[in-house]
């Protein structure tokens, strides 16, 4: 609710309220639904998903770079990006692992169960995994959407507020000149899977001698690609994250 109020001041208590236990109910449905992906097949991928702008990935994998993805916690990413993976595409997800061994090879053999691939978010290789995907033309998938820190983090706006936005991403498309597409997932009225490829964010344009300079205007302008995305559909982004911690 907290959350709720720094993002939409605007709003009364009673939508926030109502939003905010929309947003709770998504994300328990969305774990359970994880345990799924394993047994999803052709048949519900044809009657249970509808990918909108698919065209923009293939104009975008004609670049022969790979592609960038700029991704959130809304919707259920896992079920989306198994469904981009049956679809025929290669994808890698960057995520945090568990250091249980036990855990974190049950917990992913349910995400992965189409495919999916994943690297490490402070593996020491990561960087190296990343470069490989995006040369074997996959799409490798950063979720941005989460406070971060220093050293990793860079200070920016999010709904008008100051907090700390992982720079990876903007990093590594200055770097590669790969393009950089929103991929993200959101249940429609229709109660299918919507899996959206957006329109290539501009990058290279905001390039500079300024290297510090460049990686924050970059970011922030993925900053603002996600809060639109969220505003479209707030009730079904991931309210429970403290995302305007201190940066200092």
Request: charged fraction near 25%.
């Amino acid at each position: 609710m907290d959350n709720l109020r720094i993002a939409f001041p605007e709003w009364s208590e009673e939508k926030r309220l109502k939003v905010g236990r929309a947003s709770v109910y998504n994300m328990g449905r969305g774990f359970f639904e994880v345990f799924l992906v394993p047994h999803l097949n052709q048949k519900w991928l044809e009657q249970e998903v509808v990918f909108e702008g698919e065209e923009r990935l293939k104009s975008a994998l004609q670049q022969g770079r790979g592609i960038l993805a700029l991704s959130l916690h809304l919707g259920n990413g896992d079920v989306g990006s198994s469904a981009i993976v049956m679809k025929g595409y290669a994808l890698s997800i960057i995520t945090k692992v568990f250091k249980n061994k036990f855990m974190n090879d049950l917990w992913f053999s349910f995400r992965g169960g189409q495919g999916v691939g994943y690297i490490d978010a402070h593996s020491d290789k990561n960087s190296f995994e990343i470069l490989k995907a995006l040369k074997r033309q996959e799409i490798v998938v950063f979720v941005l959407d989460q406070f971060m820190g220093r050293p990793y983090g860079i200070a920016t706006t999010f709904f008008g507020k100051r907090t700390g936005t992982a720079y990876g991403l903007a990093l590594f498309a200055v770097k590669t000149k790969a393009p950089v597409l929103p991929i993200y997932t959101y249940e429609g009225q229709d109660r299918k899977i919507h899996v959206v490829f957006g329109p290539e964010i501009p990058v290279q344009e905001l390039v500079t001698d300024d290297r510090d300079g460049s990686l924050l205007a970059i970011t922030q302008r993925f900053n603002d690609k996600i809060e639109e995305v969220i505003k479209e559909h707030p009730e079904q982004w991931m309210w429970v994250h403290r995302r305007w911690k201190d940066f200092t």
